[in-house]
Structure formats: structure tokens, C-alpha cells
């Protein structure tokens, strides 16, 4: 072929891998079925288009795509997303990943004609979930979000540890003298030199990304690319896990505040799709659906153990301390969703010859092909049987271009107001919306409101909440009082001076007091209202339990509102300063309210 018929060509299948998932989506089967598809028909058996029998192509093209997906991942979900559900998330991803293997390589020793340790290695191959097809499935889905977060978390961390089992099992298979204690050592080595890399990485790359102003909003993508290949790169040079620290420095990338966020992610997202319909193409050129015929007993009754015995065995078992439902534990364990990644994991022992492992091959594909189509096309029906859905989608859906608000230390929220909330029937300025925070659109039947003090909120109403990224922790805490009551500012405490506590004190800042910008205790009181927040240094204004105001920051002030004001009127006079005039005077018009 020519340059420009090659050119074509990755056109042709770029628009064929689109136009399969449009046809997926009204079909609502996975992508990754069609895209399978169109690979099989292109490669040596039906149409001839693409004589194709790289095992090794097919396994790196595997391994970068694999890559990118798990940055993209870990980008849009961000650690405070799956902070909440860290722990059942890392149970799932390695000792759920671990007995999903055992269970699975233990059926197929006893069930064919396989040594344990085969069977072990065909268990290790098929145990990871496939991160594109849950990310993916989840992004569509309706799921209650502290599922859709743990099965997020789960997806970026298994496959790391499936992909240290595979390893494992072919040395296994290989030498003599490897045991299980080699093992061991093989993913203490790997796993902890993957996270130290990743943690490194992301947070030198968050550090450049905050410090370093490029010269246009498209050449952060590049650097967010960089990122991704200094992860891989870096840990696995060092014999460390390449995937966990690409998943490592996706997380801090999507924790931090980084200019141009929106740009970044929209073009992940977008490379992870190439990157899904590149790998699945090209596993499809590589199965020749002649010899699929031949293993089809074997691959149903694997997909079969994986779906009904080993996954929900290892869902229920592992997430035990945790207070999960039986509905809960019974959609994660179906959620285990198997997609590319066991395919290109399965030509791991292809590439090092180990024996029968084309046979291995052609079982793993047909079960992964048949575990995608019935786990993927029943998993919403069955969410929704259980109960474990909402009227929200799983994962959020941010429809703002906001990298320039958050650049300037801002953030855009949207929240939906539902039938029964206590925002139904408000009006705006009875939100108890905090100083630092505005209502700034309103959508109402697909239509852009202005919303004014007056304008009252009606169920079904998208509000936008433009919020200073200071206060942003604020908000959840009124967003439920939007859903469940009560609507308004919260009632200040009572002021009850003790004759024992000093009714006005002053003395420096210390580290013990904690952050001055949002403290929580002062002086042994605890802080119940947040007033204001200082921009040039770290400080803030606060009521505390006891009714008094304090100033938080280089000098801490304490004391009823009208000594404040006076003591803030002093320091107006003393300073030149015009970024500290400016917070005195925010003082002095807040203690006089």
C-alpha cells in the first residue's frame, strides 16, 4: 500500500469503529462486539483485507492502548471521587482479582484436560475486568454512584495485578525452580515500584502543570501525554508495574486543579476511543473464527464459572467488611465485565511460547466474547430489577467548558432538583447559597434561565453553582439540605460569653491552629459558619459555637463582632498594604452585618 492508501485505511477503520458505536448503542450491545467484528471480517479468514498473525503486535498495541485507557481512567475519576470507596475498591481490584483466578483456574483444571497450573495461568488471563468496557458501560448507566465509583476504582487497580499473575504463571509454567514465594516477591517488586513511580510522576506533573504557563491550551494535552509515558516508561525500566503508575498519575491529574482540565480530559477520552477500536481491531485480526468452533465447549463453560461462580464468590467474600447491600454485592458481582484486555493478556503466553497456549488463546477470546455480550446487555435491566439505580447518571456529566473558571481558582457545580426535594418551591435567594458562591444558569426544559433572588426553583430545574474554589467544600453538605431540608442559612448559635473564656483575644498564628484558610476548631470552640475567605494570605472569617467572630490567618483575632470590627478598623489605618486594606475591610463590613 501507499502512504496515502494506508492513510485510508486507518480512516476507513476509524470511521467503521464510530459507526459501530452508534450501532452498538441503538442495539445496546458493547461496542467492543462490533468492533471485534469488523476486525474479524477485515483479517485472513473472511475477507482476506488484512493478512494478519502478530501475536506480538497485537500484544504491544495492547499494552499502549491499555495504558491510555487506564490514565483516562484515573484522570476522570479523580482520588476525591473514590475516596469514600478506597477501601472496597482496592479489595476487589487485588484480592478479589486474586480468588476470581484461583476459583476460575481451579474449575478448568478439574473440568478439561489442563495441569493446575495451566488452569491457574487460564485463570489469571481472564480474571481482570476490562477498564474500557466499565468505563464505558458506567457512563451510560444510571447505577447508585457509590457502586459506579467502587466498580471505577476496582477497573483501574485489577488489571496491574492480573497482569503480574499472567507473568507469574508463564514463569511458572517455564522454570523449575520457580515457586510461589518468587511470586510474591514478583508482586511486592512490581506493585511497589508502580505506585512510588506513579505518586512521583503525578505529582511532578501536577506541580508543572500549576506552575508552567504554556503558550496555548492545546499543548497541555502534551504534557498530560508526556505524563503518561514518564509513568509507563519510568516503572517499568525499573521493573515496577507500568499500569498501576499510569493509574497512579492519572488519579493526581484528575485530583488537582490544573489549567485547562476540560482540554486534557476531552482529549483523553477521545485517544482512549482510538485507543479502545485500535485494540480491539486488531484482536480481531488475530482470531480466526474457524477455530473458534473447536473451544466453544470449553469458553461457555468458563464464561459461565467466571459470571455465576468466581467473580460474585469473590464479590460477596472480599467486600464483607463493608456495608453493601445483597442487591449491592450481587451487581457487583455481575459487573465484572470482560472486554480486551483478558484477550491481550492471553497473548502473553503465545509471545513466550509457553505450550498450547494458541489453544488458550481461542478459549479465553470466546468466553470474553460471550461473558461481554449477556453480562453487557443485562446489566442495566438487572440494576434496575435490584433497585440499585437513580434518576442520575452514575457518573457525572460536566456540560461546561470550565478550564478558564477553575484557572482563576473557581469551579462550576450543576446539580438537579427532583420531585420531593426541599429546593422544589425556593426561591434563589432562600438557598443559604455561601458568600463565595452564586447561582449563575439555571436550565429549565432545555432552556438557558438567568436566574435572579426572586426566580423559585421548580423540580426538574439543572442549577449551575459558580462557587470559589475555597468554599467548594461546602457544598455538599448543601446539597443535601437542597434535597432532604432545611432550605436557608442555618441559624447562627446564641452568644453565651463565659465569664471564664476572655471575651477578646489576639495572639500570632501557629501551626496547631490548623489551615487559617478553613479551620475547624479555635481556641477549643468549634467553628459553625465559614464568612469569608482571604485571597492574598491563607486566612478566613468565622463564627464559633460561642457566638464570637474570629479571624484566622498571620495574626489570630477572637472576639464578639463590634471588638472585631473595632480591632479590624486599627489595622485598616496601620497597613498600606492593598491586598491586606481590602480583607479589613471585608471584615469590617461582615462584623457590621
Same mark, same amino acid.
Given at each position: ?14 470511521? *467503521? ?29 473472511? %475477507? ?16 499502549? *492502548? ?198 486534557? &480530559? ?137 478550564? &478558564? ?63 470559589? %474554589? ?29 465569664? %471564664? ?93
Amino acid at each position: 500500500m501507499t502512504e496515502g492508501e494506508l492513510i485510508l485505511a486507518a480512516g476507513g477503520l476509524l470511521a *467503521a469503529g464510530l459507526l459501530a458505536s452508534l450501532i452498538a448503542g441503538q442495539l445496546r450491545v458493547p461496542g467492543l462486539v462490533l468492533f471485534l467484528a469488523v476486525g474479524m471480517i477485515a483479517g485472513s479468514e473472511i %475477507s482476506g483485507l488484512i493478512p494478519f498473525e502478530d501475536y506480538q503486535l497485537t500484544q504491544n498495541v495492547g499494552i499502549v *492502548a491499555l495504558a491510555l485507557i487506564l490514565f483516562e481512567g484515573g484522570l476522570t475519576a479523580g482520588l476525591p471521587a473514590i475516596r469514600p470507596v478506597l477501601g472496597p475498591a482496592i479489595s476487589l481490584a487485588t484480592l478479589g482479582t486474586l480468588l476470581t483466578a484461583l476459583v476460575t483456574g481451579v474449575a478448568a483444571h478439574l473440568l478439561f484436560e489442563f495441569t493446575l497450573l495451566q488452569g491457574l495461568l487460564l485463570g489469571a488471563v481472564v480474571c481482570a475486568t476490562d477498564g474500557a468496557a466499565i468505563f464505558a458501560v458506567l457512563r451510560g448507566s444510571s447505577l447508585r454512584r457509590r457502586l459506579a465509583r467502587t466498580l471505577e476504582g476496582e477497573a483501574g487497580g485489577n488489571d496491574p495485578v492480573a497482569v503480574l499473575l499472567v507473568i507469574g504463571f508463564v514463569d511458572w509454567l517455564q522454570k523449575p525452580d520457580y515457586g510461589l514465594a518468587d511470586m510474591a516477591l514478583l508482586f511486592v517488586r512490581q506493585l511497589g515500584i508502580g505506585l512510588v513511580v506513579g505518586m512521583a510522576v503525578g505529582w511532578l506533573a501536577v506541580q508543572a502543570f500549576q506552575r508552567a504557563r504554556l503558550a496555548t491550551s492545546g499543548l497541555y494535552p502534551v504534557a498530560s501525554l508526556a505524563a503518561v509515558a514518564l509513568a509507563f516508561g519510568g516503572a517499568d525500566a525499573l521493573h515496577g508495574s507500568g499500569f498501576l503508575a499510569t493509574y497512579i498519575a492519572g488519579l493526581s491529574l484528575g485530583s488537582a486543579a490544573i489549567p485547562a482540565k476540560p482540554t486534557v &480530559t476531552a482529549f483523553h477520552v477521545g485517544l482512549a476511543w482510538v485507543a479502545q477500536i485500535a485494540m480491539f481491531f486488531t484482536l480481531g485480526l488475530l482470531v480466526f473464527p474457524s477455530e473458534l468452533g473447536d473451544v466453544a465447549l470449553e469458553g461457555t463453560v468458563l464464561a459461565l464459572v467466571l459470571a455465576f461462580v468466581a467473580r460474585p464468590l469473590a464479590a460477596v467474600i472480599v467486600t464483607l467488611p463493608w456495608s453493601f447491600s445483597a442487591a449491592d454485592r450481587v451487581i457487583l458481582g455481575w459487573a465484572g465485565l470482560r472486554g480486551a484486555v483478558p484477550v491481550v493478556l492471553a497473548t502473553f503466553p503465545v509471545v513466550a511460547h509457553v505450550s498450547g497456549a494458541e489453544n488458550l488463546f481461542n478459549i479465553v477470546f470466546f468466553a470474553v466474547l460471550l461473558s461481554t455480550v449477556v453480562q453487557g446487555v443485562t446489566f442495566e435491566p438487572l440494576a434496575h430489577r435490584l433497585g440499585v439505580t437513580t434518576d442520575e447518571p452514575a457518573l457525572p456529566r460536566p456540560i461546561v467548558e470550565i478550564g &478558564t473558571i477553575r484557572r482563576l481558582g473557581a469551579d462550576v457545580v450543576e446539580h438537579e432538583v427532583r420531585d420531593g426535594d426541599a429546593a422544589a418551591g425556593a426561591r434563589v435567594r432562600e438557598l443559604g447559597l455561601p458568600r463565595d458562591a452564586i447561582l449563575s444558569l439555571l436550565v429549565r426544559d432545555e432552556q438557558a434561565l438567568l436566574p435572579r433572588g426572586s426566580t423559585r426553583i421548580e423540580a426538574g430545574d439543572r442549577l449551575h453553582v459558580l462557587v470559589r %474554589s475555597e468554599v467548594i467544600r461546602q457544598l455538599p453538605d448543601l446539597l443535601e439540605r437542597w434535597r432532604a431540608g432545611p432550605v436557608g442559612q442555618a441559624q447562627r448559635p446564641p452568644r453565651r460569653f463565659q465569664g %471564664s473564656v476572655p471575651v477578646y483575644t489576639a495572639r500570632p498564628w501557629e501551626d496547631g491552629d490548623g489551615d487559617a484558610s478553613h479551620p475547624q476548631e479555635l481556641l477549643g470552640k468549634e467553628v459553625v459558619e465559614h464568612l469569608r475567605t482571604r485571597r492574598d494570605v491563607p486566612g478566613a472569617l468565622v463564627v464559633l459555637a460561642d457566638g464570637r467572630y474570629a479571624v484566622s490567618g498571620p495574626l489570630l483575632m477572637v472576639g464578639p463582632p463590634a471588638q472585631l470590627q473595632f480591632q479590624a478598623r486599627r489595622r485598616l489605618q496601620l497597613t498600606s498594604d492593598d491586598a491586606a486594606r481590602a480583607w479589613w475591610q471585608e471584615v469590617i463590613g461582615a462584623c457590621a452585618l
